[in-house]
């Protein structure tokens, strides 16, 4: 059977190398238009090469369509699927392409961001609708809900840290940190993405039974220092927290949906460097990744746009957002940003 009017699915994210032939080209549509120098590239660059050339969120993304289609599957939806990035092979026009070529008319979309920025709501929209006008034939798209506030999202990364504070033999009294993908404070005073998290670390925290010391930092910034983005940064809070005395640390990385290269690199290994100097053990908590209860979630809200479920469950004050976002909202940044995914 079909999703309602839909005949097919869209598994919409970022993009990353396969291999170290594939690392500069990258880098290089990923800052397109943006005035990065080849200095900048060639650091970042550097930090591909520590892990193979080869970004995680490929294998992720992989898993986690296999994931929903099973999930699909079990449920009696039987659609065509596709996988398209903004940045790298496979490109948002061949999925675009091949659904068209299956005869594909109508697409429900999955993006891989829980909350809303530029970056991580509006930009797919202006990814999904350029690659439409290119593509003679091109089924309908709608994107599913931003779901950073829905209870299966908040309770499946609820559900990693219960995990790990039981593996490590620990309680609810720890010190967490949650973090997120920093962003220029131009942007994110155009969007509600601050809040969202703000709002989000809270829920996580109840849900996971935390009782210490809660704190919310950021990750990953990148342009000239001259240039604002939101802080404290996750070194910075790192550092404010040993000199707290703080010996423990759980660091949970909520923007993120998968461990892909800014985890494994910006935590993973820069922050958890940071972390021994301090002397401090950090303890990273895993992403949702393909967590049944978070797959489980995404078909819901493909369930939602279908027009197959009424209910549509949030939890906290801000309420479950629109299928459909408004025309103004997250806009495009009005200077460069040199996030570089």
Same mark, same amino acid.
């Given at each position: 059977?079909?999703?309602? %009017?839909?005949?097919?699915?869209?598994?919409?994210?970022?993009?990353?190398?396969?291999?170290?032939?594939?690392?500069?080209?990258?880098?290089?549509?990923?800052?397109?238009?943006?005035?990065?120098?080849?200095? +900048?590239?060639?650091?970042?660059?550097?930090?591909?090469?520590?892990?193979?050339?080869?970004?995680?969120?490929?294998?992720?993304?992989?898993?986690? +369509?296999?994931?929903?289609?099973?999930?699909?599957?079990?449920?009696?939806?039987?659609?065509?699927?596709?996988?398209?990035?903004? #940045?790298?092979?496979?490109?948002?026009?061949? *999925?675009?392409?091949?659904?068209?070529?299956?005869?594909?008319?109508?697409?429900?979309?999955?993006?891989?961001?829980?909350?809303?920025?530029?970056?991580?709501?509006?930009?797919?929209?202006?990814?999904?609708?350029?690659?439409?006008? /290119?593509?003679?034939?091109?089924?309908?798209?709608?994107?599913?809900?931003?779901?950073?506030?829905?209870?299966?999202?908040?309770?499946?990364?609820?559900?990693?840290?219960?995990?790990?504070?039981?593996? $490590?033999?620990?309680?609810?009294?720890? *010190?967490?940190?949650?973090?997120?993908?920093?962003?220029?404070?131009?942007?994110?005073?155009?969007?509600?993405?601050?809040?969202?998290?703000?709002?989000?670390?809270?829920?996580?925290?109840?849900?996971?039974?935390?009782?210490?010391?809660?704190?919310?930092?950021?990750?990953?910034?990148?342009?000239?220092?001259?240039?604002?983005?939101?802080?404290?940064?996750? #070194?910075?809070? !790192?550092?404010?927290?040993? =000199?707290?005395?703080?010996?423990?640390?759980?660091?949970? %990385?909520?923007?993120?949906?998968?461990?892909?290269?800014?985890?494994?690199?910006? @935590?993973?290994?820069?922050?958890?460097?940071? $972390?021994?100097?301090?002397?401090?053990?950090?303890?990273?908590?895993?992403?949702?990744?393909? @967590?049944?209860?978070?797959?489980?979630?995404?078909? =819901?809200?493909?369930?939602?746009?279908?027009? !197959?479920?009424?209910?549509?469950?949030?939890? /906290?004050?801000?309420?479950?957002?629109?299928?459909?976002?408004?025309?103004?909202?997250?806009?495009?940044?009005?200077?460069?940003?040199?996030?570089?995914?």
């Amino acid at each position: 059977m079909p999703l309602g %009017p839909f005949d097919s699915w869209l598994l919409l994210s970022f993009g990353g190398p396969e291999g170290p032939d594939d690392v500069t080209p990258f880098l290089r549509n990923v800052t397109a238009g943006r005035g990065v120098p080849d200095a +900048r590239l060639a650091e970042v660059a550097a930090q591909y090469e520590m892990f193979g050339g080869r970004s995680p969120i490929n294998g992720h993304n992989r898993a986690l +369509r296999s994931a929903v289609e099973a999930e699909l599957t079990q449920r009696g939806h039987s659609l065509t699927s596709a996988w398209g990035n903004r #940045n790298w092979t496979p490109t948002v026009p061949t *999925a675009l392409e091949e659904l068209r070529d299956a005869g594909c008319t109508h697409t429900v979309c999955i993006a891989t961001s829980a909350f809303s920025s530029y970056s991580g709501c509006r930009q797919y929209h202006d990814d999904i609708e350029r690659a439409r006008a /290119g593509v003679p034939g091109a089924p309908a798209v709608q994107r599913v809900r931003v779901f950073w506030n829905h209870p299966a999202f908040v309770g499946s990364v609820a559900d990693r840290i219960v995990d790990h504070l039981e593996e $490590a033999g620990l309680d609810g009294r720890v *010190a967490t940190v949650f973090t997120a993908h920093s962003i220029p404070v131009a942007q994110a005073a155009t969007c509600d993405y601050a809040q969202q998290l703000r709002e989000a670390t809270t829920l996580v925290a109840r849900s996971a039974g935390l009782t210490g010391r809660v704190e919310l930092a950021y990750q990953s910034r990148s342009g000239p220092p001259s240039v604002p983005w939101l802080e404290p940064d996750i #070194n910075d809070t !790192l550092r404010t927290l040993s =000199d707290d005395g703080v010996e423990v640390v759980l660091v949970v %990385p909520l923007g993120f949906l998968s461990d892909h290269m800014e985890v494994v690199f910006d @935590l993973d290994t820069q922050a958890a460097a940071t $972390a021994e100097a301090l002397g401090i053990q950090m303890i990273r908590v895993a992403t949702v990744g393909s @967590l049944p209860r978070f797959v489980s979630m995404l078909v =819901d809200l493909m369930e939602e746009a279908a027009g !197959l479920r009424t209910e549509r469950p949030s939890v /906290g004050r801000s309420g479950p957002r629109p299928d459909i976002c408004a025309a103004g909202c997250c806009p495009a940044p009005q200077r460069p940003d040199t996030r570089s995914g």
